[in-house]
Nanobody, 125 residues
């Protein structure tokens, strides 16, 4: 079992950067692939990025490619999402999630077994 806690969200201006963190607890964190999702008010949850358990593979939503970078540190049980050149449409509640398939970079929320509560990101124009 994995418990996840996100941090690092906030109110920023267009073009700013933020780094989100996801702290995991549980002895088997390194066996899970991880993902970031976001949800804006009135919209469905949206895939942002995913990373395999050994960091060998990553995947990004098209609108985030080149601006966002997902990474992880298994020794620290942390997952990060570096977000650059933020836009108003990046506003939302960002959640990290754990997938028991270690080699996956799944885009569907249904693939993930554990979720954090989320951290709010608001990009103001």
């Amino acid at each position: 079992q994995v418990a996840l806690v996100e941090s690092g969200g906030g109110l920023v201006q267009v073009g700013d950067s933020l780094r989100l963190s996801c702290a995991a607890s549980g002895r088997t964190f390194s066996a899970y692939s991880m993902g970031w999702f976001r949800q804006a008010p009135g919209k469905e949850r949206e895939f942002v990025a995913a990373i395999t358990s050994n960091s060998a593979g990553t995947s990004y939503a098209d609108s985030m490619k080149g601006r966002f970078t997902i990474s992880r540190d298994n020794a620290k049980k942390m997952v990060y999402l570096q977000m650059n050149i933020l836009k108003p449409e990046d506003t939302g509640l960002y959640s990290c999630a754990a997938n028991s398939l270690s080699g996956a970079t799944a885009r569907s929320p249904m693939a993930y077994n554990y979720w954090g509560q989320g951290t709010q990101v608001t990009v103001s124009s």
